[in-house]
């Protein structure tokens, strides 16, 4: 299978975005590609930041914690401010046709386990493997599903754990997978840019912890949240009756949303 995309590009809100999927409720989810349509090189982020500038307890891999809880929203990350400030500073009067109820999956299922899941650790500094290390490092085994505890959604939402102030987030590890991503080296599938960028998936605790990027590459990988050269690429869902104006989805001629 092929996953050199070329029609998937779509120009919103004066930004290149490139499309990730149609979810199931029929929004299209979109991942930032820069104000131009190179396909690679440090335009296609919005900036480099750590996930969290904390690192020594479990809590820290997620995109929202608090203290001794395994799915915490009480807290947001270092990156979360970040994408929410560009998002307030860049979208928010074209609030109207970002979708606020599909979701963005932080998935937290913990595990003592790293080869299946038993639900066990995820506080404290208890070593715990997540839900995306299992299903995708051990066992090869994507899916869209994500539980509502984890799933990132706006406070008018009717799913999710409705903790978000902004209908945006960041790329989960399974919609990387099946892009065309894997742990190995690939150069030739449209989420490739020569450059390091994060996911919102956790990866697992052990003394420090790790959260699941794209690397310089194009190959996933793991990497402490305190790591200062991740690059941002927010993530949106645009609503299913938005109307495309114009374009085919090439990057010279990318999808035109007014």
Not at 181 to 192: H, V
Not at 219 to 232: E, K, M, R
Request: glycine share 12%; hydrophobic share 30%; proline share 2%.
């Amino acid at each position: 299978m092929s996953y050199k995309i070329k029609d998937n590009w779509v120009k919103f809100a004066d930004f290149y975005w490139r499309i990730i999927r149609i979810n199931e409720d029929g929004s299209l989810r979109l991942i930032y590609k820069g104000t131009n349509a190179n396909t690679i090189g440090g335009e296609t982020q919005v900036q480099k930041s750590l996930f969290n500038n904390s690192w020594n307890d479990n809590m820290c891999t997620g995109y929202m914690y608090w203290n001794n809880q395994v799915h915490g929203i009480v807290r947001g990350s270092t990156i979360k401010g970040k994408i929410d400030t560009w998002y307030q500073d860049n979208l928010s009067s074209y609030a109207d046709k970002i979708d606020g109820n599909a979701g963005f999956c932080g998935d937290r299922t913990p595990s003592t386990s790293s080869s299946s899941s038993n639900g066990s650790g995820g506080t404290g500094t208890t070593t715990t493997y997540y839900g995306g290390y299992i299903r995708l490092y051990t066992n090869k085994q994507p899916t869209f599903d994500c539980s509502n505890k984890d799933l990132y959604t706006t406070s008018g939402s009717s799913q999710g754990n409705q903790a978000l102030q902004y209908p945006t987030g960041l790329i989960s590890m399974d919609e990387v997978w099946y892009a065309g991503g894997t742990f190995s080296n690939n150069i030739d599938y449209y989420l490739y840019t020569g450059q390091s960028y994060w996911t919102m998936t956790p990866a697992y605790f052990n003394v420090n912890a790790w959260g699941i990027i794209i690397d310089l590459n194009g190959n996933i990988n793991f990497t402490s949240v305190d790591w200062t050269n991740g690059g941002i690429r927010p993530v949106i869902n645009l609503k299913a009756d938005i109307q495309i104006t114009g374009g085919d989805g090439t990057s010279t001629n990318p999808y035109v949303i007014n």
